[in-house]
């Protein structure tokens, strides 16, 4: 007998055969075992089996999580069939005027499903617009899309969280449509869906999308308002009131000098390059910092790269540079769009040195050369028609931002690497291409890595010199608007990875001794280097700065419209040493103190809360290995003011239990308390490995687990022969993924490629090198693109392994689409059992099992839940699709009845067949339809209470 209770079935040789024993039935008993709850309510801090209360002064919510979700998705089921309604009176509409069905592109022929009945249309309206659910009711859920009870009709979406609605009556929507036509019907019919990834297509705004900024709040509190969430923060006290004190005194120099945030923050509007008039002559007005320079000239291609006495710029007595080219005496620019420009600086010690200006909005290099050169871009015409990208013309937005997604399932991606070939992608090839891979694969958010321009390609974009310029290896910057509409077109939600916590320390190219001295953007002497990355440090103390970087961030989502930000690099940021050298235990005095960099700390709050305010749909992510409180609290409580942190320690443990210990050595109680050791109510992304696991030098998980077996044998049964090295990896590392979705966070992130196992890590083109951190000599690779690629052709080729990992990963993506258990209020880890190597935990409606042993299956097995009733196997590695053997299966229609049985602490219990190596997720049985196929081995049969597509 099992040390459960159940049955111990040793699996042996049984894995070649798929000979596994099948349950006996529902017959034993089991004893308890150590429990840990993790029930989300006020006081909780979720550090593995540590529990504490906080003061019983934390103020109750006016709605609890779970009641407020219900109500959500009340009226998303309410959306849903007023959208069919609409879909269905359009139709009618149609047949009665006899319009025929346009012929679709074939990419949109291959991505656009027929609906089928029961698929999500849209996501939360009420989180939509920003209005409670009551008020949202008769409402219809995006722009362009007609909702008949109530007659209201979403023209446009103002960003401070109201909506712009036109009232018109059915009669009056119909006719309005019917003059549109063909036309009308694009805009205003929804859109055929892609029925495999219950992603519902956005409709296009008619007209172009248009956006109002929102509001900044005023400067209320004294910055301890977050003490409610954690009392301990009290003997801080005084670091969080100097801290916010010098926000609020930034922010009231800015509405008093600047005349408001959102001025301020729009100054890529009055810097750098544009069109202008100057004395009633049109021309170009060009604008730089500058304080060191004692002269400035712009030169380029327009003047043969030498200035005449007219090209020279004037200072202010802030260093600011202002120069005025007028037009042509033909009305013809002097400076045409795509001409190459620099700034020309003498330094204060007479030196004349070449300069991209630092608000350049595009920067090239040819292919012939090593320099780039700034590039004035600035196309003279607009598209007629929005969503069409004409070659020397501005885009023009087609699609809404969709909204804000309640858990963030994220595919973090390359655009340059994201070709199957060796080469180097394009934008429109990555819109193409991947965005449709991604939506089948049921992320949400597409996160793109490396777009702020940076001279070497091989520092994945973390050593940026143009900011505000996309990388031009991938083509235009209205390449890259059109790639985001068309993410938008899907429900995407688009993040871009920033880079704000060092610069690049190229000078001719970059900001490095822009104006001629050490300083101008960076501290100076030591304190302005980072010594193991080999870059610059901002001064974030410096006014200027301050508008450059907070006019950045601003920038890419009012002009190209990302919807959010993972910020790179914070805890070098936040930390006079970087977080390099150092152990972060939890003293607080680690995070509060002298080695605080508080002017870094001040410009992430005026940052998160400028873009919450004039953006409320905005996400924003900081990569934070620290760990410091209130990081995820708003800037209004006194936080730092993300909406969430990564998760990082998780791939770490990983890794090191690949690296460092056999099978049987694994600690369930290790592994859970690193999944759930964050902060209460802090969200956090998990992931089990990103693009750091798969670079060169490092290994992905697949590699970790499988090794050079992945070349030898990852052939499908029926094509080639196995070994138990790939048998073992591929199991472990579907539960790995799975089992970090679970319990990591509140949303969820892998890199493109990592969801099937990718054989190659990554390595850009380079040659030999000195590595600035070690010193070490590191040798290139004649710069090949071979190893800089993506093979996405390997999971879709029937007689390899890789189609299995896929499969899994994209079943789990769409069982939080239908349960979105990963934002579900209830999560309860009831079971890490040492001796079984097993695993239970609750999130919203599901029971997760996950047995790590590598050999023992277990018949009978008691595993507590919360709630009595019937459940059915929703997911399992088991099946066959997954390169499972089928044991446990949704197929087999099993229903496991739990009953007041307590067990584990928990109220109720039921038994069942945990196999080894395999993870099983149970729903309630009226959930479940063991016939379902798409996607294929989910057995999903309808949304439960807190789904979240």
Not at 283 to 305: C, D, I, K, S, T
Not at 427 to 456: C, R, S, W
Not at 510 to 533: A, I, K, P, Q, V
Request: proline fraction near 6%.
């Amino acid at each position: 007998t099992a040390p459960s209770g159940g049955k111990m079935l040793t699996r042996g040789g049984a894995s070649a055969s798929g000979s596994r024993p099948l349950p006996s039935g529902l017959r034993s008993s089991s004893r308890a075992r150590h429990s840990v709850t993790k029930e989300r309510h006020p006081g909780l801090v979720n550090q593995d089996s540590r529990i504490r209360s906080s003061p019983a002064d934390v103020p109750e919510p006016a709605l609890s999580p779970v009641e407020k979700l219900r109500q959500e998705n009340e009226l998303l089921r309410r959306t849903i069939e007023e959208a069919e309604a609409a879909q269905a009176l359009l139709e009618e509409i149609e047949q009665e005027n006899g319009v025929e069905e346009e012929t679709a592109t074939p990419a949109a022929a291959t991505q656009q499903p027929t609906p089928a009945a029961g698929d999500v249309d849209m996501m939360d309206t009420a989180s939509t617009v920003g209005t409670s659910p009551a008020s949202m009711s008769d409402v219809s859920s995006a722009p362009g899309t007609y909702t008949p009870s109530g007659s209201k009709f979403l023209t446009s979406i103002d960003f401070d969280g109201v909506a712009a609605y036109t009232t018109k009556g059915e009669d009056e929507m119909s006719a309005y449509i019917g003059k549109l036509g063909p036309l009308g019907k694009e805009n205003f019919r929804l859109e055929e869906r892609t029925n495999r990834s219950w992603m519902p297509q956005l409709p296009p705004v008619p007209g172009g999308l248009k956006e109002v900024p929102g509001v900044m709040p005023e400067v209320t509190g004294d910055g301890t308002a977050c003490f409610q969430w954690d009392g301990s923060l009290e003997q801080c006290r005084e670091h969080f009131q100097h801290r916010y004190g010098v926000y609020g005194g930034l922010r009231h120099h800015i509405d008093v000098h600047e005349g408001g945030m959102d001025k301020f923050t729009r100054s890529y509007e009055y810097y750098g390059l544009h069109r202008g008039e100057n004395e009633g002559k049109k021309g170009l007005w060009y604008r730089e910092w500058a304080p060191g320079a004692q002269a400035l000239a712009l030169v380029g291609e327009f003047n043969q790269w030498e200035p005449s006495p007219e090209h020279w710029a004037v200072r202010d007595e802030f260093g600011l540079w202002q120069l005025f080219i007028p037009d042509g005496a033909d009305g013809s620019p002097a400076v045409k769009h795509k001409t190459k420009v620099k700034c020309r600086i003498v330094g204060s010690d007479g030196a004349t040195v070449d300069r991209i200006p630092a608000w350049i909005r595009w920067a090239t290099q040819e292919w012939n050369e090593i320099q780039f050169n700034g590039v004035y871009y600035d196309p003279p015409e607009t598209s007629a028609e929005p969503g069409v990208l004409e070659e020397g013309k501005k885009y023009v937005f087609k699609y809404p931002r969709p909204p804000r997604p309640r858990a963030l399932r994220i595919y973090e991606c390359h655009v340059g690497m994201s070709s199957m070939e060796p080469k180097i992608n394009s934008y429109k090839e990555f819109a193409a291409e991947v965005i449709p891979l991604i939506v089948d694969l049921g992320y949400n958010t597409v996160q793109i890595m490396a777009i702020q321009e940076h001279a070497y390609y091989g520092s994945f974009g973390y050593h940026v010199t143009n900011f505000f310029a996309p990388s031009s290896r991938f083509g235009t910057p209205d390449d890259l608007k059109y790639l985001i509409d068309q993410a938008h077109r899907y429900g995407l939600t688009v993040l871009m990875d920033i880079v704000h916590s060092h610069a690049s320390e190229n000078a001719q190219d970059g900001l490095n001794y822009f104006d001629g001295t050490d300083s101008c953007y960076f501290h100076e002497g030591s304190r302005g280097r980072h010594w193991m990355w080999g870059s610059r440090c901002f001064d974030y103390g410096n006014y200027e700065v301050l508008r450059f970087l907070m006019s950045n961030s601003r920038y890419w989502v009012d002009e190209f419209k990302f919807d959010g930000y993972r910020f790179d690099g914070v805890t070098s940021m936040m930390y006079h040493h970087h977080g390099l050298s150092t152990t972060f235990s939890g003293a607080y005095n680690e995070y509060f103190g002298f080695h605080t960099d508080v002017d870094a700390v001040v410009y992430l709050m005026l940052c998160n809360d400028m873009l919450h305010s004039l953006f409320p749909s905005v996400v924003t992510v900081g990569e934070d290995v620290s760990g410091m409180p209130a990081f995820c609290r708003p800037v209004s409580e006194g936080g730092t003011g993300f909406d969430y942190r990564l998760n990082m320690a998780i791939a770490d443990k990983w890794i090191e239990f690949m690296e460092e210990r056999t099978d049987d050595s694994w600690g369930m109680g290790e592994i859970t308390h690193t999944l759930t050791n964050r902060r209460w109510m802090e969200e956090c992304v998990s992931y089990a490995e990103s693009h750091d696991q798969a670079l060169v030098g490092d290994k992905t998980l697949a590699f970790w687990l499988m090794d050079s077996d992945m070349y030898d044998y990852m052939a499908h049964p029926d094509f080639g022969p196995s070994s138990p090295r790939v048998e073992r990896g591929i199991a472990i590392h579907k539960m790995v993924r799975l089992l970090t979705m679970t319990l990591g966070g509140e949303s969820y992130l892998t890199f493109m490629g990592n969801e099937f196992g990718h054989p190659e890590w990554i390595d850009f083109p380079r040659d030999d090198f000195v590595d600035p951190g070690t010193g070490k000599f590191v040798p290139g690779n004649g710069g090949s693109l071979e190893k800089c690629r993506r093979r996405f052709d390997l999971p879709d080729a029937d007689y390899l392994k890789y189609q299995w990992l896929r499969g899994f990963d994209r079943a789990m993506c769409h069982l939080d689409k239908a349960f979105g258990f990963m934002s579900a209020p209830h999560t309860y880890v009831s079971r890490k059992d040492e001796m079984d190597k097993l695993v239970v935990a609750e999130r919203g409606d599901l029971v997760f099992v996950f047995n790590f042993h590598h050999t023992n299956s277990y018949s009978d097995y008691r595993v507590g839940c919360l709630n009595t009733g019937g459940y059915k196997v929703v997911l399992s590695s088991d099946q066959s699709c997954f390169g499972g053997y089928s044991n446990v299966s949704k197929e087999a229609d099993v229903e496991f009845f739990a009953t007041d049985h307590p067990h584990d602490d928990r109220p109720a219990s039921m038994q069942v067949y945990a196999p080894a190596r395999t993870c099983v997720v149970y729903a309630p049985s009226e959930r479940v339809d063991p016939l379902a196929s798409d996607p294929e081995g989910l057995g999903v049969k309808d949304l439960g209470p807190y789904f979240a597509v």
